[in-house]
C-alpha cells in the first residue's frame, strides 16, 4: 500500500513538472507593448492578428517573453492613411516596450477640372436676349449688349460660334483666336431683321377665267357687228 501511494506521488509530481516545464516553453513570463495612437477606435494588428482598439489614445498588449516575437504592427481606421512600422525590440520578462503611432487624414482630392485652367469669350451683339451658341453648345443669352463665356483653355477649342432670336437672320463666324490662361477674346455679332415675307398670291380660279375669255369674245363680236 505504501509504494502505491509512493508510486502515485511520482507520477502526480512528473505530470505538474511536465506540465510547468511545457508552459515555460510556450508562453514564459510576460512583457507588453504600450501602442500610443492619436485616434482612438484605431485597430492595431501585430503580424497581422488583430489585437484590439485604442482607447484613451493607448492600448496594452500582453506577450509572452520566451514565446515568438512579433516582427510588425500596424495600426488601422477608416477615413486614415494605414500606419505600420517594424517591431525592433521585444519586452523582456516585466517589462514594457513603447510604440507611437501617427494616424494622418486621407488627403480629399481636389476636384478636376475638366480642360484646366480658363480663359474668357465676350460675345457682343447689338440685340438683347439672343441666343449664343459655340459649336452646337448653348452658352446662354446676350444682355445689355454682351454675353461673358467660360472656356478652359486646354480644353478642345471651338472653331465656330453663332447668334440668333425669333425675327432676326441668324449671325455665324469662325472663331480663330483662344484665350490664354486668364485672358479675354472679345467676338462680335450683328444681328439683322429677318426680311418680311413676299405676300401669298391666291390663284386665279378657272372658273374666272374661262369667264374673262368669254366676256372678251362677246365684246369683240358686238363690235364686229356694229361696224
Not at 477615413?79 to 494622418?104: R, V
Not at 438683347?128 to 453648345?137: E, R, T
Not at 490664354?180 to 401669298?200: I, M, Q, R, S, Y
Request: glycine content about 10%; overall charge negative.
Amino acid at each position: 500500500m505504501r509504494k502505491v501511494c509512493l508510486s502515485g506521488i511520482l507520477l502526480l509530481s512528473v505530470i505538474l513538472l511536465a506540465g510547468a516545464a511545457s508552459a515555460a516553453t510556450v508562453g514564459g513570463d510576460q512583457g507588453w507593448y504600450n501602442v500610443h495612437c492619436n485616434v482612438d477606435g484605431a485597430a492595431v494588428y501585430m503580424d497581422g492578428n488583430y489585437m484590439g482598439e485604442i482607447v484613451n489614445g493607448i492600448l496594452t498588449v500582453p506577450v509572452y517573453s520566451t514565446g515568438t516575437p512579433y516582427k510588425t504592427v500596424s495600426v488601422e481606421m477608416p477615413g486614415y492613411t494605414t500606419w505600420t512600422e517594424n517591431i525592433d525590440t521585444n519586452p523582456a520578462a516585466g517589462e514594457q516596450e513603447d510604440i507611437y503611432a501617427t494616424l494622418n487624414p486621407v488627403p480629399t482630392p481636389e476636384p478636376i477640372m475638366i480642360g484646366g485652367d480658363t480663359g474668357y469669350y465676350v460675345v457682343y451683339c447689338n440685340v438683347d436676349g439672343a441666343d449664343v451658341y459655340f459649336g452646337s453648345d448653348y452658352k446662354g443669352q446676350t444682355a445689355n449688349g454682351e454675353l461673358t463665356v467660360e472656356v478652359y483653355t486646354t480644353g478642345t477649342p471651338y472653331t465656330t460660334y453663332s447668334v440668333q432670336k425669333s425675327g432676326y437672320t441668324p449671325f455665324t463666324a469662325q472663331i480663330t483666336e483662344y484665350p490664354e490662361k486668364g485672358d479675354t477674346v472679345k467676338l462680335h455679332a450683328t444681328l439683322n431683321p429677318a426680311p418680311a415675307p413676299e405676300p401669298t398670291k391666291s390663284p386665279v380660279a378657272p372658273g374666272i377665267i374661262l369667264f374673262s375669255v368669254m366676256a372678251a369674245l362677246l365684246c369683240g363680236f358686238l363690235i364686229s357687228r356694229r361696224e
